[in-house]
């Protein structure tokens, strides 16, 4: 069984600090992986994605992949109270479109 | 990024009846579409992927004859929940990956709140 492994949280960062969230995956065939932010009472929404071992950067999100010890990570920098929600690592499974999905981080950003 | 929508945002049924939901592709055509439902606090629960054209693929444990998908186009994918009763109240969200995309990028409409009462 092909698994993608959060830490469920909640995960409390102060305000301007650095949240980091991680993702383990069991499949070492996966090659892509992404990573979504879901406010409560909505629908996931793509941050970004990464198919490189290194990092991955995009405005204060830094997308960080380790293919040889199988996980993927977020960081967000100068966290703000509005990056509070769950984080969702989807990682499409071998030889299909469909997403595993991790149970999701909860992040709570700390005014 | 692409936007998909999806329609109704909330609908609210009678028990046996039975309700439509659209899901589109706005700007990009949408090769893939993919139905989830999520209850309150838990996971994104991966019900079916539909590709234009063809017929749905259901998740086990998905009755298909009770969530009947059709993807008639690359811009529309509907999900119709028959004979809906209380324990079909969910959120239903579509997401969508197709032509001009990174490949397995997936992109999701705002949901549907259904409640059947």
């Known amino acids: 069984q092909k698994e993608v492994e959060q830490n469920s949280g909640p995960l409390s960062v102060p305000e301007g600090a650095i949240a980091s969230l991680n993702c383990t995956y069991s499949d070492r065939g996966s090659q892509s992986f992404f990573w979504y932010r879901q406010y409560s009472g909505k629908s996931p929404e793509l941050i970004m994605f990464i198919y490189s071992n290194g990092d991955k950067e995009d405005g204060r999100f830094t997308a960080q992949l380790n293919k040889a010890s199988q996980y993927v990570s977020l960081l967000i920098r100068d966290s703000q109270p509005s990056d509070s929600a769950t984080y969702l690592c989807?990682?499409?499974?071998?030889?299909?479109?469909?997403?595993?999905f991790g149970t999701g981080t909860r992040l709570k950003v700390l005014a | 990024g692409a936007v998909v929508s999806q329609h109704p945002s909330r609908v609210i049924c009678k028990s046996g009846t039975s309700v439509k939901i659209e899901c589109r592709s706005l700007d990009f055509q949408a090769t893939t579409m993919f139905w989830y439902r999520q209850f309150p606090k838990q996971s994104l629960m991966l019900m079916a992927t539909?590709?234009?054209?063809?017929?749905?693929?259901?998740e086990q444990g998905v009755e298909k004859d009770k969530f009947l998908i059709n993807h008639a186009s690359l811009t529309l994918s509907t999900l119709t929940v028959t004979s809906a009763h209380p324990e079909d109240s969910s959120f239903y969200i579509c997401?969508?990956?197709?032509?001009?995309?990174?490949?397995?990028?997936?992109?999701f409409g705002p949901g549907t709140r259904l409640t059947v009462t």
């Open positions: 997401s969508a990956s197709g032509a001009g995309l990174f490949s397995y990028e997936q992109y």
């Open positions: 539909s590709n234009e054209g063809s017929k749905a693929t259901y």
């Open positions: 989807a990682v499409p499974s071998s030889g299909t479109y469909k997403y595993i």
